[in-house]
């Protein structure tokens, strides 16, 4: 990740990422990174291999609309993603 991109947890196992300067393309090329990472990796607490998948909404802000909207949007887009059976990126 890039320095001027900001990571937190929204919620439960939600997480926001706002990334500056992206276009569309580079910001599915960002998600599709992430859930690459996240799927090759895992904790080994002992004899158990702990792994998880990540399902992502990727949204652009649009022109006058509320930062709300657009979490809004991409909160609905990573639901679809699970629903598609998640570990995938989708950009609406």
């Given at each position: 990740m890039r320095a001027?991109?900001?990571?937190?947890?929204?919620?439960g196992d939600e997480f926001l990422l706002m990334v500056k300067d992206v276009k569309e393309e580079g910001l599915?090329?960002?998600?599709?990174?992430l859930v690459?990472?996240?799927?090759?990796?895992?904790?080994v607490e002992g004899h158990h291999r702990?792994?998880?998948?990540?399902s992502i909404g990727a949204t652009m802000l649009?022109?006058?609309e509320t930062h709300q909207a657009?979490?809004?949007r991409a909160d609905a887009l990573m639901y679809r993603s699970k629903e598609l059976g998640g570990a995938t990126a989708i950009l609406g």
């Open positions: 001027e991109n900001v990571i937190a947890r929204w919620g599915l090329q960002c998600g599709n990174r690459k990472l996240v799927n090759n990796s895992a904790v702990i792994s998880v998948t990540a649009r022109t006058r657009a979490v809004q």
